[in-house]
């Protein structure tokens, strides 16, 4: 799990690093690349679920798609102000979640 953490957190720092539009990459390196995509899900009040998507090029061809799952603790709630379409206002629980960063080397 350590190892996976770490692989999220370089995968996150890596995109959260990419604000500049001119700093994006438009097309992925088929050649030999790797990309990943990070998401988390709530699973419910003490566990949130991260899922880190792989998906491996070399030579133009996909040669390996993978997902790595881990449960981490839930962050808990915080109470914020929503509005509708009318304007009308209430305080919402809403969950908090988890900042990524990545470091790439």
């Not at 070399?58 to 993978?66: A, M």
């Amino acid at each position: 799990m350590k190892s996976t953490l770490t692989i999220l957190a370089v995968a996150a720092l890596f995109l959260c690093s990419c604000d500049d539009n001119n700093d994006k990459t438009q097309t992925i390196n088929k050649d030999g690349g790797i990309e990943v995509a990070l998401s988390t899900l709530h699973i419910d009040s003490l566990k949130d679920l991260v899922t880190t998507h792989y998906t491996v090029w070399r030579k133009g061809t996909k040669v390996s798609e993978f997902d790595k799952k881990d449960t981490v603790p839930s962050l808990g709630k915080f109470v914020a102000t929503s509005e509708d379409d009318s304007g009308n206002t209430q305080d919402v629980n809403i969950n908090k979640d988890y900042e990524f960063f990545v470091t790439v080397k």
